[in-house]
């Protein structure tokens, strides 16, 4: 894999080529083909086990702690798959970072939250400037600026999201998987979210699944929806523009879930 | 999962439209006989009757509005809550055409001039009637029948036509009747727009199945048979 190169015009963040991903022998998602927009926030929606969160995982090699999961096909990031033999996944995840469902800060100060994804990812600059910068960039900075060495675990449910994206971004990732990250905030706390992924995706190429469809609809340029084949396996059903999608669907299928007829 | 709550109040709303169809499908031959009779009376009632139709509008844009903001509705179901904001406005206006000529029975009063009736009925009937189909049409989502129910406004164009040189006519040859022949213009450039606003319900229909905005109507009605 390239360090540090920007992604080039024309080229796709992430692509997806009949990725198949399997727990055991179990085909838990099949034949996605699908590809990423940088610097685009893209949704993934569907109902319960179809798949979603499976593919996001995949993104950055998650997965790869699951025993006996495994990829067939390919997810192309700079032109290289991720999961060829050579590619080390701790860089991978250095450059394609998530953010999960329950706020997990470290139980240690809001700086040294930040402080340690400095310190694995062998951060030469200065470890206070990277702290502000990712604090700003979060959008939490002026309201922890006055107490950095007050404990990460007092602070409110949103405000831990937003600080575990700060502990994302201090790794100077190019993509954030971002998994549910609202479903456990209130929705003032949600409403913050979506301004920074907004704000963010200026940078930032943004993944995130959702169960929230309004959430889809509110935040993402695109918008893909998965659902589960009649072998169990989810497939990809419709992938496209959000305000496309949400007012237009092309298949049956994408128009019977998000209007909330199925699933 | 299913969506009864939903469905049931655009079902609600459907039946509110149909209503108000009727009421301005009445309003208008209603109108028309009262110009016929040289009715004051029944005019003056039709016309205080269109504040049903207004108020009724009001009560679908609102029943749509909370349906939007309480349901999230997407989709097929996003574009027919659209669509009945727009029909009902249209209709607000087909009611406001009937409310004219009652206004116009009123101005002529017993005035010696001669009224095209048999004409003003043929346009004002066809009118209804392609109001009556648009609405079904739309109600059951029919786009082929909604595609094809402008053909027929080229009937009431022809006829309107064929009035406007009348009446027009008229005023040349009788200037001292010109104030009540402009009034009698009114009356069918009210029947003839009516049909017009039939074409944007089909349209919406369309709209409503495919998510396509189709102008279904290309030529430019004052050039049609001219």
């Keep these: 894999m390239g360090s540090n190169a920007s992604v080039p015009e024309n080229e796709f963040a992430i692509e997806t080529e009949n990725l198949d991903i399997f727990y055991g022998s179990f085909r838990a998602v099949k034949e996605v083909n699908l590809k990423i927009e940088p610097k685009k926030i893209t949704a993934i929606i569907g109902p319960s086990g179809c798949g979603k969160s499976t593919v996001l995982r995949a993104f950055n090699r998650m997965n790869d702690f699951i025993p006996g999961a495994h990829v067939t096909g390919s997810i192309l990031f700079h032109g290289t798959n991720i999961y060829a033999p050579t590619v080390d996944p701790v860089q991978v995840r250095q450059r394609i970072g998530m953010v999960f469902q329950k706020p997990n800060p470290f139980p240690k100060s809001v700086y040294d939250n930040i402080a340690w994804a400095a310190k694995v990812n ?26 950095l060495q007050g404990s990460a675990m007092s602070l409110g449910g949103g405000q831990q999201q937003r600080l575990c994206i700060a502990r994302t971004l201090a790794a100077h990732p190019e993509i954030i998987l971002m998994d549910e990250p609202c479903s456990a905030l209130d929705p003032t706390a949600t409403l913050k979210i979506e301004d920074l992924m907004r704000d963010l995706s200026k940078y930032y190429t943004i993944i995130i699944v959702t169960h929230n469809m309004q959430q889809a609809g509110r935040a993402s340029d695109f918008t893909a929806f998965f659902t589960m084949d009649t072998d169990r396996a989810g497939k990809m059903v419709e992938f496209g523009h959000t305000e496309q999608l949400f007012t237009k669907p092309q298949h049956r299928e994408t128009e019977d879930y998000i209007s909330g007829r199925f699933g | 999962m299913s969506r009864d709550t939903l469905n049931l109040h655009i079902q609600e709303i459907k039946d509110e439209i149909s ?208």
Aim: overall charge negative.
């Design chain 1, 122 to 147: 062998h951060y030469q600059g200065s470890v206070p400037d990277l702290v502000e910068q990712t604090l700003i960039q979060a959008a939490l900075w002026d309201e922890v600026k006055d107490d």
């Design chain 2, 19 to 226: 209503e108000i169809s009727s009421l301005v499908e009445n309003a208008t031959l209603k109108a028309i006989e009262s110009l016929k009779n040289r009715d004051s009376d029944a005019a003056r009632e039709i016309y205080l009757d269109d504040r049903i139709v207004n108020e009724k509008r009001y009560q679908v844009e609102n029943s749509v509005l909370i349906q939007i903001a309480t349901q999230q509705p997407l989709a097929h179901d996003l574009r027919l809550l659209a669509a009945m904001l727009e029909i009902v406005s249209e209709l607000e206006r087909m009611g406001d055409y009937a409310k004219g000529i009652c206004k116009v029975t009123l101005n002529l009063g017993n005035a010696d001039v001669n009224v095209p009736i048999k004409e003003i009925e043929s346009m004002g009937k066809l009118a209804v009637e392609m109001l009556h189909e648009a609405i079904d049409n739309f109600i059951n989502e029919d786009v082929p029948n909604a595609r094809l129910l402008p053909q027929k406004d080229d009937q009431v164009d022809k006829i309107f036509n064929k009035v406007e040189k009348e009446i027009i006519h008229s005023m040349v040859c009788q200037p001292e009747n010109i104030d009540h022949s402009n009034l009698l213009l009114w009356v069918v450039h009210n029947i003839e727009r009516m049909a017009d606003r039939v074409t944007n319900i089909c349209e919406r229909t369309i709209f409503v199945v495919t998510g396509d905005l189709v102008e279904l109507e290309s030529k430019p009605k004052n050039l049609v048979g001219k």
